[in-house]
């Protein structure tokens, strides 16, 4: 499956990453993950990030369009994409926070190739792209931020309604919810296993054969060794 998870900062979009893909890698399966979108990106080091953060704003624009631009062909190419944020992410923290001195994100972002990114997507005939836009209450966000507040956090709580909302439009907006590839999820009160549950179940119409029929085999415990016998394919513990 490849997976576009959006949705506003500390809705819980690396836990439910990670987990799928540890899901995927249960059955020996590669995934590739994209989770660097967010300025400053998370994967860098330390000494990184705070170069980033600094950057001139439009080295910063220029760098997360073609790090977007590059992206259409990883989800072209890849089975088992796991990308969050993605170019939606990028045009809400722009408009809402470019303009202030104290961000990391830049005001020059050019709005005008959203639609552009996903119908290229969308020509490759993938079957089984899916949008998901996570969510959850004011509360859960403004909870999950005074428990564990990240180091360059790009929100603040005044905005957690309104930047809800610009997710909302800008999905309303996405080609893949028009063709029908997109699924909601909603995180408060939730936990991290229910919710990924929760999102085997809402995708199994939007994934293929061949990995509905992975999401029926029996979920190994530990490593195993895959070996056939008399053409029967069996998982024998390592």
Same mark, same amino acid.
């Given at each position: 499956?490849? #997976? %576009?998870?959006?949705?506003?900062?500390?809705?819980?979009?690396?836990?439910?990453?990670?987990?799928?893909?540890?899901?995927?890698? #249960?059955?020996?399966?590669?995934?590739?993950?994209?989770?660097?979108?967010?300025?400053?990106?998370? /994967?860098?080091?330390?000494?990184?990030?705070?170069?980033? &953060?600094?950057?001139?704003?439009?080295?910063?624009?220029?760098?997360?369009?073609?790090?977007?631009?590059?992206?259409?062909?990883?989800?072209?190419?890849?089975?088992?994409?796991?990308?969050?944020?993605?170019?939606?992410?990028?045009?809400?923290?722009?408009?809402?926070?470019?303009?202030?001195?104290? /961000?990391?994100?830049?005001?020059?972002?050019?709005?005008?190739?959203?639609?552009?990114?996903? /119908?290229?997507?969308?020509?490759?005939?993938?079957?089984?792209?899916?949008?998901?836009?996570?969510?959850?209450?004011?509360?859960?966000?403004?909870?999950?931020?005074?428990?564990?507040?990240?180091?360059? *956090?790009?929100?603040? !709580?005044?905005?957690?309604?309104?930047?809800? *909302?610009?997710?909302?439009?800008?999905?309303?907006?996405?080609?893949?919810? *028009?063709?029908?590839?997109?699924?909601?999820?909603?995180?408060?009160?939730?936990?991290?296993?229910?919710?990924?549950?929760?999102?085997?179940?809402?995708?199994?119409?939007? %994934?293929?054969?061949?990995?509905?029929?992975?999401? /029926?085999?029996?979920?190994?415990?530990?490593?195993?060794? &895959? !070996?056939?016998?008399?053409?029967?394919?069996?998982?024998?513990?390592?």
């Amino acid at each position: 499956m490849r #997976c %576009i998870f959006v949705g506003i900062e500390y809705v819980g979009k690396s836990t439910l990453i990670n987990l799928l893909q540890g899901y995927y890698q #249960c059955f020996k399966l590669n995934t590739h993950l994209d989770d660097h979108f967010t300025i400053p990106d998370a /994967s860098l080091s330390p000494a990184s990030r705070d170069v980033l &953060v600094g950057l001139p704003d439009d080295i910063k624009e220029r760098t997360q369009r073609m790090q977007i631009q590059y992206h259409v062909d990883v989800i072209k190419n890849y089975p088992n994409t796991l990308i969050a944020g993605w170019h939606i992410e990028e045009a809400i923290y722009s408009a809402v926070y470019g303009a202030e001195s104290e /961000s990391p994100y830049y005001g020059n972002y050019h709005y005008g190739f959203q639609r552009l990114y996903e /119908s290229q997507v969308l020509e490759a005939h993938l079957p089984d792209v899916v949008l998901i836009h996570m969510t959850a209450s004011d509360t859960a966000i403004s909870e999950r931020m005074q428990a564990s507040p990240h180091q360059y *956090q790009i929100i603040q !709580e005044k905005d957690i309604s309104e930047i809800k *909302q610009r997710f909302e439009e800008e999905v309303s907006k996405s080609l893949f919810t *028009q063709k029908g590839r997109k699924i909601v999820l909603d995180t408060t009160e939730k936990s991290p296993q229910e919710s990924l549950d929760e999102l085997l179940g809402k995708t199994e119409s939007l %994934i293929t054969i061949g990995e509905l029929a992975m999401r /029926s085999l029996s979920l190994p415990e530990g490593d195993y060794r &895959v !070996e056939y016998e008399n053409g029967v394919r069996q998982m024998i513990p390592a």
